[in-house]
């Protein structure tokens, strides 16, 4: 069946930076494209980051721009998110998608704070 295993979650200083990973089996995973979503505390689930198949285009929502690199390794099933800058406002629940346009698929999410 479809996994997708969220790691690299924690707590980081304003200003840090971060890496998600995200660990793909049960379906072709070079065939989807991939997203990251968040949840922050009593919001709403935002979409952050998307990228295709093949890894050469790539999505961010504004309020990451600059700041957040998506990116994906198809021979070893794993996307990445790196995180720099990180703000007070990154502080969510992260979880790794199948698809961009229609998500199908979701991990449990890895807890991302920070705090000074």
């Known amino acids: 069946q479809v996994q997708l295993v969220e790691s690299g979650g924690g707590l980081v200083q304003p200003g840090g930076s971060l890496r998600l990973s995200c660990t793909a089996s049960g379906f072709s995973f070079s065939n989807h494209a991939m997203s990251w979503a968040r949840q922050a505390p009593g919001k709403g689930l935002e979409w952050v980051s998307g990228i295709l198949s093949d890894g050469r285009d790539t999505y961010y929502a504004d309020s990451v721009k600059g700041r957040f690199t998506i990116s994906r390794d198809n021979a070893k099933n794993t996307m990445f998110l790196q995180m720099n800058s990180l703000k007070p406002a990154d502080t969510a629940l992260y979880y790794c998608?199948?698809?961009?346009?229609?998500?199908?698929?979701w991990g449990q999410g890895t807890q991302v704070t920070v705090s000074s």
């Open positions: 998608v199948r698809g961009l346009a229609t998500p199908d698929y």
